[in-house]
């Protein structure tokens, strides 16, 4: 066996070595500890409400969050949007429609470059790197959600639900086959952040012109207005009486004279 050979052994056998090395390291390392359960306060009403709704809706019931003694929050799926509208209604008795909205949980790329902007000419201080996206309460996966509170006037709860809409063209199923207020607000909705409520019997917009383009409720709806002149307007102010500029001792000798 020439040394060649014998240095390709070598390698070789070092290598399946340290292969099972690792392998036995990987074996022996501890499994990662599931995440703590969240602890809260017993509240019987909001708990026996998730328990009846979680058992009517099954696995469409994705995220949850109780405040003891004052609300509860549940997300569904997208697809189970328009049956829990019907569960909580016709089944658990929450007749009373109280709003149904939306929100686009995007950090504002307009509002944070011009705040910034204003903040390094007075500290001259770097941009700040975007903040990462939140979905508050009972969590979410998507840029858009809707949400929409509905009461049991007779036994004195109300709960809001949330799903999931979607990122660049949120589409989620109507309430108003089943809350016939939900109309004017799926409207809206439609008109400010450009949801698509399906089986909306006329999804049209409330306040704007029909040709206007864009949806002013979106984070990336560039507000022209402060984009011509930044906020806080730092151009408009005036100097003060007596703070050293020529501008301001000029006015003030114009009018002692």
């Given at each position: 066996?020439?040394?060649?050979?014998?240095?390709?052994?070598?390698?070789?056998?070092?290598?399946?070595?340290?292969?099972?090395?690792?392998?036995?390291?990987?074996?022996?390392?501890?499994?990662?500890?599931p995440?703590?359960?969240?602890?809260?306060?017993?509240?019987?009403?909001?708990?026996?409400?998730?328990?009846?709704?979680?058992?009517l809706?099954?696995?469409?019931?994705?995220?949850?969050?109780?405040i003891?003694?004052?609300?509860?929050?549940?997300?569904?799926?997208?697809?189970?949007?328009?049956?829990?509208?019907?569960?909580?209604?016709?089944?658990?008795?929450?007749?009373?429609?109280?709003?149904?909205?939306?929100?686009?949980?995007?950090?504002?790329?307009?509002?944070?470059?011009?705040?910034?902007?204003?903040?390094?000419?007075?500290?001259?201080?770097?941009?700040?790197?975007?903040?990462?996206?939140?979905?508050?309460?009972?969590?979410?996966?998507?840029?858009?959600?809707?949400?929409?509170?509905v009461?049991?006037?007779?036994d004195?709860?109300?709960?809001?639900?949330?799903?999931?809409?979607?990122?660049?063209n949120?589409?989620?199923?109507?309430?108003?086959?089943?809350?016939?207020?939900?109309?004017?607000?799926?409207?809206?909705?439609?008109?400010?952040?450009?949801?698509?409520?399906?089986?909306?019997?006329?999804?049209?917009?409330?306040?704007?012109?029909?040709?206007?383009?864009?949806?002013?409720?979106?984070?990336?709806?560039?507000?022209l207005?402060?984009?011509?002149?930044?906020?806080?307007?730092i151009?408009?102010?005036?100097p003060?009486?007596?703070?050293?500029?020529?501008?301001?001792?000029?006015?003030?000798?114009?009018?002692?004279?």
């Open positions: 066996m020439s040394s060649t050979d014998e240095t390709a052994e070598e390698t070789a056998a070092t290598a399946e070595a340290t292969e099972a090395a690792a392998d036995e390291t990987a074996a022996a390392a501890p499994a990662p500890e995440e703590p359960e969240e602890v809260r306060e017993p509240d019987p009403l909001r708990d026996a409400l998730l328990a009846e709704l979680s058992s809706m099954g696995d469409a019931i994705v995220g949850s969050h109780i003891p003694g004052k609300d509860i929050w549940v997300r569904v799926r997208t697809d189970a949007w328009a049956e829990v509208a019907n569960t909580v209604r016709t089944v658990m008795g929450a007749r009373f429609f109280s709003f149904l909205s939306a929100i686009d949980w995007m950090p504002s790329p307009f509002g944070r470059s011009l705040d910034s902007a204003v903040d390094m000419a007075i500290n001259n201080t770097e941009p700040k790197a975007p903040e990462p996206m939140q979905t508050g309460y009972a969590g979410g996966d998507t840029r858009f959600q809707v949400f929409a509170r009461t049991n006037l007779k004195h709860w109300g709960i809001t639900l949330k799903a999931d809409a979607g990122d660049e949120p589409t989620i199923g109507t309430w108003t086959k089943v809350y016939a207020g939900a109309d004017w607000h799926e409207r809206e909705m439609y008109e400010m952040f450009g949801i698509d409520f399906v089986g909306h019997p006329g999804l049209r917009k409330l306040y704007l012109p029909t040709d206007f383009e864009g949806h002013p409720l979106r984070k990336d709806f560039p507000l207005a402060r984009m011509v002149k930044p906020w806080p307007g151009v408009d102010v005036e003060m009486p007596g703070d050293g500029s020529e501008d301001s001792d000029a006015s003030n000798e114009e009018a002692a004279s």
